[in-house]
DNA sequence: ATCGGATATATGGTATACCACAGATTGGCC
DNA sequence: GGCCAATCTGTGGTATACCATATATCCGAT
């Protein structure tokens, strides 16, 4: 091998727009948008200041990032951060339950053997976190366990399409998670999967998936008023002042 | 009612960017992108001359367009119009059934009587065309079909996800029709579809619309050799030249 | 005649200047 | 003192000029 094979990748049609655009994603996955003191408000010049570059790669990547879904633009007004609501929330939980059940279906039939036994291997292994209540590392576990299921099924547009909805979940996950039954039944979840997967029953492996996805969307829908209502109060206040 | 009622959505918020991005895309679903004839490259400065403004707004609406991977966009190369592959293809009606079975789950439970009678109405309605072979207005009426039921569950990011799917589906469909079997089958479908939808039966219906979309995948994997072969016979011929 | 390299050209990427409009500010009028 | 309007400021939208590089062209050396 000679150093030419470990230099290629480098700057290989590196673009300012596509590294902003990460770096904002990023950002904004980073801050805890729902906390009602955050400061939705990005603004272009000051960002340009900030990351040394003009304007133009900024507004093309903010333009994508507003089609994501992640920001909203509003001329003449500025761009802010979307913060999502309740509705949002679960019909993106829906539409992941959607895709990653019939992901399951295909892993039935386009798992190997060998790929299936690494997968309980791996959720085997990071069971304890859970029952450790080690919330962060089985969140990893967790997030590793469902992309790999979308990721065995063969087809990369159901993996492409989860993990689009998945950016807008980081947020949420912060908050809901926190309750150790929750991560306890997970783990049972899981194994009774990784059972019909194992067993080909493309049927079973379908429906366990979707009610495991479909119980987080019922505690959501339970636990998630909270947020909306302090921004509520917020306002109230903002109003009486 | 005064005039003002009927002027009022001019000009809101009208910006030359979304508009570009509307007619570019009309555009690009308009041409027969699999005909290897076609002039897969767009000209940011032609397209700038053409419709007389500059290239800035046509930049950002490419740069959507690429995200949607309507387009690629390569550095010093310039911008082409993507063809799918069958491979792409096939993803992509997976992925639909994918939404539109969860959709129809929810439909079960969120849709009124009063929805579905006009579904089965609907439906019938247009049943004739099938049988009279006219392709245009069977075509219409089989994407209203299942858009409405996209609809009728509620979710709406299920709807706009698929949607987003469709968009691509457009210069596939141009190919896939034609085959009136097809279509008779296809009424006979639709009609189990509802029968399930109006018994409020979940998992029937889910089942029913997955398969009905992929006996499409199926006819699809079956038959579109035929456009990659042209495009190879094509890259031979010119490497032959 | 052929090959190689220098130059020309075309393309997307980037920076910058200016524009139009929304909101806040301020000044003057009543 | 309060209210309205002119103005000022800040924002995203647009146009334009320039840059870096990939490709094509052409000329000369062999």
Redesign the interface.
């Known amino acids: 091998m000679s150093i030419d094979d470990k230099l290629s990748p480098i700057a290989q049609?590196f673009?300012l727009?596509d590294h902003t655009f990460d770096v904002l994603r990023a950002a904004i996955l980073e801050m805890d948008i729902y906390d009602p003191e955050a400061d939705l408000r990005l603004d272009e010049r000051k960002l340009a200041e900030r990351l040394n570059i003009s304007r133009?790669p900024i507004?093309?990547a903010l333009?994508?990032l507003a089609?994501?879904g992640l920001v909203q633009i509003?001329?003449r007004k500025g761009v802010f951060v979307c913060r999502k609501s309740r509705k949002?929330i679960l019909?993106?939980v829906?539409?992941w339950?959607?895709?990653e059940?019939?992901?399951a279906r295909?892993v039935t039939i386009n798992a190997s053997d060998t790929d299936l036994k690494m997968l309980r291997k791996f959720a085997m292994k990071h069971s304890s976190s859970a029952v450790r209540a080690d919330l962060e590392e089985y969140s990893d576990a967790n997030v590793t366990f469902h992309q790999t299921i979308l990721e065995l099924s063969g087809?990369?547009?159901?993996r492409t399409?989860a993990d689009g909805l998945f950016t807008h979940m980081q947020a949420v996950r912060r908050r809901t998670m926190g309750e150790s039954d929750r991560a306890r039944r997970s783990v049972v979840d899981h194994m009774e999967i990784i059972d019909a997967l194992q067993s080909r029953d493309g049927d079973l492996a379908s429906r366990r998936v979707?009610e495991h996805t479909m119980r987080l969307h019922d505690h959501i829908a339970k636990t998630w008023s909270r947020v909306e209502n302090i921004g509520l109060l917020r306002d109230a206040a903002a109003r009486s002042n």
Chains 1, 2 share one sequence.
């Open positions: 049609s673009t727009k133009t507004r093309e333009a994508r089609h994501e509003v001329p949002d019909e993106m829906v539409t339950a959607a895709l059940s019939m992901a295909l087809c990369a547009l159901l399409t979707r």
